[in-house]
């Protein structure tokens, strides 16, 4: 295995030119959270630049302590705020987005984990704007069917709920979470809604070896996942999991090119891939007739129009 002091040079990178201004303005004017600032994402300039982001409702504190994230925790979390899922709506309308992705920190503290506002806000982005598609990257609601209902019910197209690691490093990572619990969650989702793409990712670089990444592949696939992100894992900060491995983007593409020959629709692989990096991207490659998705291919033709706000 090898470890490195400084970044190895495939992980330097010119940020984009383009401004961000606008963005943090709309995101500023409707007092929203993103995972892009709170998780200190490595692609929020690239992300912003392109008048998108990945919005984190439920507050800015996060119930559980996983070594790995970046996102402030604690026992309890913030009071929520009923206009969040209108606020959403209107800052995705005015940001110009076609496919738009919520997340959340958990909030083990709320009766419901926060079920009930996910669903109000697919439900306010779908009345707003009735031709886009909107993917939930949820927390595992204890694998709650009832829960996971709920989100599904609200208009969910791609239902995303993230295994992270493998099965040996789930503990270390985040000991408050279960990695056959995030697989029920995921079986739960496909079995309630067919119709919906289940999607799930992978960190790269806390010590876990190949075999081990196929067999979280072949899990995913029994519990009907069909799209699969795999990115390196970066430590936040000192006080975070240490990197013990940084893997090439030549090895991230035949992971990828392997996974998908396991059966995956779609892996997206590559150092700086993340859960919703370019998802409308991802989400457009799908083949439609594997989808399940009735229509997929007129609304489609909608999105990728807008193929810039990806």
């Not at 504190?61 to 929520?80: A, K």
């Not at 606020?87 to 009766?111: C, H, M, N, P, W």
């Not at 204890?142 to 791609?158: K, M, N, P, Q, W």
């Not at 697989?183 to 790269?204: F, H, N, Y």
Request: proline residues 4%.
């Amino acid at each position: 295995m090898r470890y490195y002091r400084r970044f190895p040079d495939w992980l330097r990178r010119t940020l984009p030119e383009n401004s961000t201004a606008r963005t943090h303005a709309i995101l500023r004017k409707f007092q929203l959270n993103t995972v892009c600032q709170s998780a200190k994402c490595p692609n929020m300039q690239e992300c912003y630049s392109r008048n998108t982001a990945t919005f984190m409702i439920l507050g800015k504190v996060c119930t559980r302590h996983c070594g790995f994230c970046g996102v402030e925790s604690g026992s309890l979390g913030e009071v929520l705020r009923s206009d969040e899922p209108e606020r959403v709506a209107f800052a995705a309308q005015e940001l110009g987005l076609k496919y738009i992705v919520i997340t959340s920190v958990t909030r083990d503290d709320l009766d419901d984990e926060g079920a009930g506002h996910y669903a109000a806000t697919v439900r306010a982005i779908k009345a707003m704007i009735p031709d886009s598609r909107v993917e939930t990257l949820t927390p595992d609601f204890h694998a709650s069917e009832d829960l996971i209902a709920r989100v599904l019910e609200a208009g969910t197209d791609v239902f995303n709920h993230n295994l992270e690691t493998v099965e040996r490093l789930q503990k270390i990572a985040r000991p408050q979470a279960d990695y056959r619990r995030s697989l029920t969650v995921l079986e739960t989702a496909k079995r309630i809604s067919p119709d919906v793409v289940t999607k799930s990712g992978l960190m790269l670089g806390l010590g876990e070896t190949e075999s081990e990444v196929f067999e979280a592949g072949r899990h995913l696939l029994s519990a009907g996942v069909s799209v699969l992100t795999l990115g390196q894992y970066l430590r936040p900060t000192a006080h975070h999991l240490e990197v013990k491995e940084y893997i090439s983007p030549g090895r991230f593409a035949d992971l990828a090119n392997r996974l998908e020959a396991m059966g995956f629709q779609k892996v997206v692989a590559g150092p700086y891939v993340r859960s919703s990096y370019r998802a409308l991207e991802t989400y457009s490659r799908l083949p439609v007739e594997n989808t399940g998705c009735p229509g997929r291919a007129k609304h489609d033709e909608i999105l990728l129009g807008g193929e810039k706000n990806a």
